[in-house]
């Protein structure tokens, strides 16, 4: 063959007689069927969810320029996309289109990634409410502000499910464990002066529940039993 006198039609007629070779090649998983004077593919491919269908549609300067795709509109088949209007290919693959791709690929590509959208899709509905906000919150917010939420409602529900025990000390006289020693400490801090609360008098017996944590700890009492007291 001379490349030197090809012209647009002969490399757009031996690209179709390529397709068709493919087409016909292809066998039951993806059906397809060149219509409309080889200007339009219609195509059909089961999925876990039924049939889905569709039309690759050829312009004049294939393969120059990417078909589109229309999907079956009677059938929601990707709530995520809009599938009322034709469809760069590329929207619908996993890679991006190059002019080397045959249109058997190019539905293979779809066919795959309908498949993972409806998959994940299907698996977002099961889910309880929860976790379809969880979903949603997710897909909307910045990946730090998430993890931050999470991490601050795991520690609200460990600190629910630690609190419905006991604690150490309950029921045990003279002292009666931590949950005393911290009620204790806000006493003693909300009404003593600062510098009398490391320094042993009878309004603070350093043998019971004296404070051994540094002064941060000590005005963090103070501000729980201020505000306790309000």
């Known amino acids: 063959m001379d490349f030197n006198n090809l012209t647009r039609e002969d490399i757009v007629n031996s690209r179709l007689a390529k397709e068709k070779a493919a087409v016909n090649k292809e ?131 460990v600190r629910a499910l630690v609190g419905l025990g006991g604690y150490s000390g309950a029921g045990d006289p003279p002292q009666f464990g931590d949950f005393e020693a911290h009620r204790h400490w806000m006493e003693l801090t909300y009404n003593l002066d600062p510098r009398e609360w490391y320094t042993p008098s009878p309004q603070n017996d350093p043998l019971y529940w004296r404070i051994d944590y540094p002064p941060v700890a000590a005005y963090l009492s103070y501000f729980f039993g201020a505000l306790m007291n309000q």
């Not at 969810?49 to 120059?64: D, K």
């Not at 088949?77 to 929207?91: Q, T």
């Not at 779809?110 to 969880?134: G, H, P």
Request: glycine letters at 4%; proline letters at 6%; aromatic letters at 10%.
């Open 27 to 157: 066998g039951g998983a993806i059906r397809a069927v060149f219509i409309d004077n080889n200007h339009k593919l219609k195509f059909s491919f089961d999925s876990n969810f039924g049939e889905i269908e569709g039309v690759l549609n050829l312009t004049e300067l294939y393969p120059f320029i990417q078909p589109t795709v229309t999907l079956d509109t009677k059938r929601k088949v990707i709530p995520l996309v809009d599938i009322s209007r034709p469809l760069n290919v590329e929207k619908l693959m996993r890679r991006k289109w190059v002019p080397s791709l045959l249109l058997t690929d190019i539905l293979a590509e779809i066919r795959d990634n309908l498949n993972d959208k409806l998959i994940e899709e299907s698996a977002v509905q099961k889910k309880s409410a929860l976790f379809t906000l969880v979903h949603i919150l997710t897909s909307v917010l910045p990946p730090p502000v998430y993890f931050f939420g999470f991490a601050c409602a795991l520690g609200l529900l």
